[in-house]
Nanobody, 114 residues
Framework: QVQLVESGGGLVQPGGSLRLSCAASGFTFSNYGMRWYRQAPGKGRELVAAITSAGGGTNYADSVKGRFTISRDNGKNTVYLQMNSLKPEDTAVYYC???????WGQGTQVTVSS
């Protein structure tokens, strides 16, 4: 069955960096675009970044453009989200998702606080 397992979250100070990973299984990873979403307390789920199946195309929310980078390794069935210059407003649970399928991971908590 399809599985998406996020990891790499944690507590970081403002201005710090984290790298999230999403390990995928149960489908042909290289055939699908992938997305990262986030959900802050009391807010809806927000699309953060997206990447095409081969990794040649990416898109970002305006709020993270220039600070976050989405990438993938199709040999490892993994999509990444490199987050730099983190801000307190980046605090959220981060989820990965297959672009065209309704499967979500369990999420990983990112907390940006001094």
């Amino acid at each position: 069955q399809v599985q998406l397992v996020e990891s790499g979250g944690g507590l970081v100070q403002p201005g710090g960096s984290l790298r999230l990973s999403c390990a995928a299984s149960g489908f042909t990873f290289s055939n699908y675009g992938m997305r990262w979403y986030r959900q802050a307390p009391g807010k809806g789920r927000e699309l953060v970044a997206a990447i095409t199946s081969a990794g040649g195309g990416t898109n970002y929310a305006d709020s993270v453009k220039g600070r976050f980078t989405i990438s993938r390794d199709n040999g490892k069935n993994t999509v990444y989200l490199q987050m730099n210059s983190l801000k307190p407003e980046d605090t959220a649970v981060y989820y990965c998702k297959i672009t065209s399928m309704a499967y979500w991971g369990q999420g990983t908590q990112v907390t940006v606080s001094s």
